[in-house]
T-cell receptor, first 113, second 115 residues
């Protein structure tokens, strides 16, 4: 079965640079979620989109923004990167009318130097 | 606000032994509960979930979990652990009201399996 796809899988940036992470949800899923997992930490919810509209917002810094496009893929844009942004970023997708079980992608590991 | 507590940071068991990972949640209404497993450097794989109905749920890889409302618990169990089960296990709670669809995770339990 098709899974959530994230790209790139690994990304190295320097402080103050920008990064764009992409997420392709499971086909026909209508909701996308972004989570950040710092080293040794549990995943923390950042933001979610339902039918291309922002649905929930968590602990997402103002330097980050995200959107969901007409083909349901989502992008997380991160600007003015800081060392503390180094983390594993997960995307998850779900189908609202199927109980909203979230299926996670493999993650993008971001390292800020 | 919802919260999840996993009291055991690290558990070590011998291969073939039984396993129970504890999870306690706090949520005002009926929670939606999940267990995910994460191998090093990997994504989160869903083991099982509880939405409603039978409080004992079966998952993949021989895992099961029991929802106990009176104890606000959703403990994960496996009768006989395999070496490949070594990983980090996260309990998570979710909800379906408009403002809380996101998952809240516990801090995780790292499982080590001895040969």
């Amino acid at each position: 079965a098709a899974g959530v796809i994230q790209s790139p899988r690994h990304l190295i940036k320097e402080k103050r640079e920008t990064a764009t992470l992409k997420c392709y949800p499971i086909p026909r899923h209508d909701t996308v979620y972004w989570y950040q997992q710092g080293p040794g930490q549990d995943p923390q919810f950042l933001i979610s989109f339902y039918e291309k509209m922002q649905s929930d917002k968590g602990s997402i810094p103002d330097r980050f923004s995200a959107q969901q496009f007409s083909d349901y893929h989502s992008e997380l844009n991160m600007s003015s990167l800081e060392l503390g942004d180094s983390a594993l970023y997960f995307c998850a997708s779900s189908l609202v009318r199927a109980g909203e079980t979230q299926y996670f992608g493999p993650g993008t590991r971001l390292l800020v130097l | 606000a919802q919260s999840v507590t996993q009291p055991d940071i690290h558990i070590t068991v011998s291969e073939g032994a039984s396993l129970e990972l504890r999870c306690n949640y706090s949520y005002g209404a009926t929670p939606y509960l999940f267990w995910y497993v994460q191998s090093p450097g990997q994504g989160l794989q869903l083991l099982l979930k509880y939405f409603s109905g039978d409080t004992l749920v079966q998952g993949i890889k021989g895992f099961e979990a029991e929802f106990k409302r009176s104890q606000s618990s959703f403990n994960l169990r496996k009768p006989s652990v395999h070496w490949s089960d070594a990983a980090e296990y996260f309990c998570a709670v979710g909800a379906l009201d408009g403002s809380a669809r996101q998952l809240t995770f516990g801090s995780g339990t790292q499982l080590t399996v001895l040969p």
